[in-house]
């Protein structure tokens, strides 16, 4: 990825605390994550895709499919005004709220998070890490704090059916970052949130296949869901070339999807010992 892409810190380490607190934290070896800002990665990621021959049609919608006989007909909403094109295959890479998904397979709100976040000053003891951290009265999933820039993005996951609220979990959270690593809060300059997939990974259906988020590729433990649309945006586009794409396709996610809904099928109910557990044989939450 190109260096103007990311911002500082990048590459960074990844650290993981456990419910007993971050001198029992660990670094996890040979693992980094990159720090980016989504607008400048996206765009990164359009030209890569306009340089491979894609069309890129910018400000527009997929309204909705249609069968028509061995095609697909799919509506789009673009500046241009109201466009239909046909299709023998649709990819639906169009994220959590992906209304291709919604024609095919409506999510449940069960099976959505909500990863909500905050930049306060930077303060504390901090290296240059992601943190990842996991305490039962701060997140049901995690919580994590990320080095941007002069900031501290402090974030964590949440879940309509499993307490805490944000507010709380946040007021928890920043508690116990003061505790361990001197923490100040003076006070956030930016809050922002959004839905994340939780379990319920839908493939697709006919000539219909779901990638990334549409489809529910976001690993709940960690949040992470940008690497699995990655791979699984690659893997549909290979399997459209396959005798039986949606079973090709199947086989190239088969072990993604597996681990994702094992993942979110228990992150709901652990207690913290077993969370304690958990990271401290690197079973893996
Ligand atoms: C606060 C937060 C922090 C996160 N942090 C991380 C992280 O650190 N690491 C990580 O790996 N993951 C992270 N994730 C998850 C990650 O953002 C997603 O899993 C990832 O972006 C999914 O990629 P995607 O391409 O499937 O969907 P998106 O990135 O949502 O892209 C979907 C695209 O489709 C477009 N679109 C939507 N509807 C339509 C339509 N009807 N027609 C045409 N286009 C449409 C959208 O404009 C968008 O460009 C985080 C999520 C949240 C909410």
Known sequence: MPKDVQIPPSPMPVFVAPPSGTRQGFLVPGEYVLNVTRRAFDGWLANCAAD???EILEDSEVLRYSGVGDRLGVSLHTPGGAREVTTRWLVGGDGVYSKV?????????????????EYYPRTGRFEDWFYLMYRGDTSPIYAYVIPKREL????????????PTFERGMVRFKEWLRDDLGFRDDGARRREGFSVPFGNVVLGE???LLAGDAAG?????TGEGITYAVQSGAAAAASVMEADPLRAYGEHMAAARTAIEAAAARTLQLSDAEREERIRTKTGL
């Open 52 to 54: 491979r021959g894609a």
């Open 101 to 117: 998904r919604d024609q095919l397979s409506p999510r449940p709100l069960v099976n959505r998070a909500y990863y909500i976040q």
């Open 217 to 221: 590729f976001c690993y709940p433990p």
């Open 152 to 163: 501290l993005c402090l974030g964590i996951g949440i879940h309509k059916t499993a307490p």
């Open 206 to 208: 006919g000539p219909i």
